[in-house]
């Protein structure tokens, strides 16, 4: 069973940038696709981004994209989300989530909430304008 734990949110003001980490334990992640979701109170989780176990197949939500880096480091079994010009609009509690994958998607990111089976507790990232 892997268990996720997430670290670095905190409060930043719009502009700035955070790093998050997403550490595994119990199992490898090595064959696991990985991903980011961002939950509003109140609201569904929204996809944020999502790495292949390859490591060479990433995803992002459009409102995202050229500002947030998704990487893995099998190596410490951990994800990493470097967010960049932020801004009020990504606040919320950031989750880290994991689905092991067949061989054969080695390259494949999943962006669907519903298809990932591991959770973690989430960590608040708070922007201020």
């Known amino acids: 069973q892997v268990q996720l734990t997430e670290s670095g949110g905190g409060l930043v003001q719009a502009g700035g940038s955070l790093r998050l980490s997403c550490t595994a334990s119990g199992h490898s992640i090595t064959t696991y696709g990985m991903g980011w979701f961002r939950q509003a109170p109140g609201k569904e989780r929204k996809f944020v981004a999502a790495v292949s176990w390859s490591g060479s197949g990433t995803g992002y939500a459009d409102s995202v994209k050229d500002r947030f880096i998704i990487s893995r480091d099998d190596a410490k079994n951990t994800v990493f989300l470097q967010m960049n010009h932020l801004k009020p609009e990504d606040t919320g509690v950031y989750l880290c989530?994991?689905?092991?994958?067949?061989?054969?998607?080695?390259?494949?990111?999943?962006?669907?909430?519903?298809?990932?089976?591991?959770w973690g507790q989430g960590t608040q990232v708070t922007v201020s304008s």
């Open positions: 989530s994991a689905k092991k994958l067949p061989v054969m998607y080695y390259n494949d990111y999943l962006e669907l909430a519903m298809q990932y089976d591991h």
